[in-house]
């Protein structure tokens, strides 16, 4: 299972919005909704973002907004600020009954 | 509030089995309904999904690592354990437990802390 795919890196000035991209395969991020997204400060353990594609969890900034289409899923930030500035990670079901995840994106606040 | 918290020595010799521990508080992983996994991270790299087990005993591991790896669960000490065996530098990482639902949950809601496992002699 090959991972998914995402850009290196990323930045933007606050109050801007970005967004991410994840790449994978009918197998994969096309073939389920069962998208997520984590953010990862340094040191720190991943953070649950969004999941099932465009769902946030309870206490997650309305900032943070997720789509899908195709094999091609999608993290967008509005309001970019200062403590956005991490690496980030999407994560997909798999019809292997695995999980695959993306190879980070950094995010840099200008 | 869930939590996961790793524990396990450190640094392992190559060719010896490197063996974690972690600890749920917060809940009950024999009330079912979760998936308890292990990730792990290469320095500065990405992410890897290892395997879970359920409260039952029942595992499925990443085809990768399927050959090296054994997950078992003690549900008397709300507890799950990671096995790799035969490592090399290259499972030198940062190793996560994590949660994630078994029906039409398929994400990870709650994470350990990590702990670094370092593969040299």
């Known amino acids: 299972q090959s991972a998914l795919t995402q850009p290196a890196s990323v930045s933007g000035s606050p109050g801007q919005s970005i967004t991410i991209s994840c790449t994978g395969t009918s197998s994969d991020v096309g073939g389920y909704n069962y998208v997520s997204w984590y953010q990862q400060h340094p040191g720190k353990a991943p953070k649950l973002m969004i999941y099932e594609v465009s769902n946030r969890p309870s206490g997650v900034s309305n900032r943070f907004s997720g789509s899908k289409s195709g094999n091609t899923a999608s993290l967008t930030i509005s309001g970019l600020q200062a403590e956005d500035e991490a690496d980030y990670y999407c994560?997909?079901?798999?019809?292997?009954?695995?999980?695959?995840f993306g190879g980070g994106t950094k995010l840099t606040v200008l | 509030q869930v939590q996961l918290q790793e524990s396990g020595p450190g640094l392992v010799k190559p060719s010896q089995t490197l063996s974690l521990t972690c600890t749920v508080s917060g809940g009950s992983i024999s009330s079912g309904g979760y998936y308890w996994s292990w990730i792990r991270q290469h320095p500065g790299k990405g992410l890897e999904w290892i395997g879970y087990?359920?409260?039952?005993?029942?595992?499925y591991y990443n085809p990768s690592l399927k050959s090296r790896v054994t997950i078992s669960v003690d549900t008397s000490k709300n507890q799950f354990s990671l096995k790799l065996s035969s490592v090399t530098a290259a499972d030198t990482a940062v190793y996560y437990c994590?949660?994630?639902?078994?029906?039409?949950?398929?994400?990870?809601?709650?994470w350990g802390q990590g702990t670094l496992v370092t593969v040299s002699s």
């Open positions: 994590a949660r994630s639902g078994v029906v039409f949950s398929y994400y990870f809601d709650y």
């Open positions: 087990i359920y409260y039952s005993g029942s595992t």
């Open positions: 994560s997909s079901y798999t019809s292997s009954s695995t999980w695959v």
